[in-house]
């Protein structure tokens, strides 16, 4: 049975940041795309940022954390990070790890492609 557990969420303030993580298991934790998703009320799930598990570990971002989040992995504890900061108040969601079994991370933002999330962890910047 496929597991992700995220973790490191919290309330910050502005200019602050965050380390997410998110803990696979059950699953085959090398050559795949990883991916972090965040969703704020009311509006769909965007994608944050994405990292390939294996060989060149090539990481991809949405514009507006570029700069400012790093996605990073640790294979031997199957264990994929998201470090964030300078904190905005439009960073404020609940962030998800998603995984999929499909080679490569093209199209790594689509969250129909992905079939495995975790529940997710609130994250809440205030100004």
């Known amino acids: 049975q496929v597991q992700l557990v995220e973790s490191g969420g919290g309330s910050v303030q502005a200019g602050g940041s965050l380390t997410l993580s998110c803990v696979i298991s059950?699953?085959?934790?090398?050559?795949?795309?990883m991916a972090w998703f965040r969703q704020a009320p009311g509006k769909g799930r965007e994608g944050v940022a994405s990292?390939?598990?294996?060989?060149?570990?090539?990481?991809y971002y949405t514009a507006s954390v570029k700069g400012r989040f790093t996605i990073s992995q640790d294979n031997a504890k199957n264990t994929v990070y998201l470090q964030m900061n300078d904190l905005i108040p439009e960073d404020t969601a609940m962030y998800y790890c998603?995984?999929?079994?499909?080679w490569g991370c093209g199209n790594w933002a689509s969250a129909g492609s992905y079939p495995y999330w975790g529940r997710g962890t609130q994250v809440t910047v205030s100004s």
């Open positions: 998603s995984t999929r079994v499909q």
């Open positions: 059950g699953f085959t934790y090398s050559g795949n795309c």
């Open positions: 990292i390939w598990t294996s060989g060149s570990s090539s990481t």
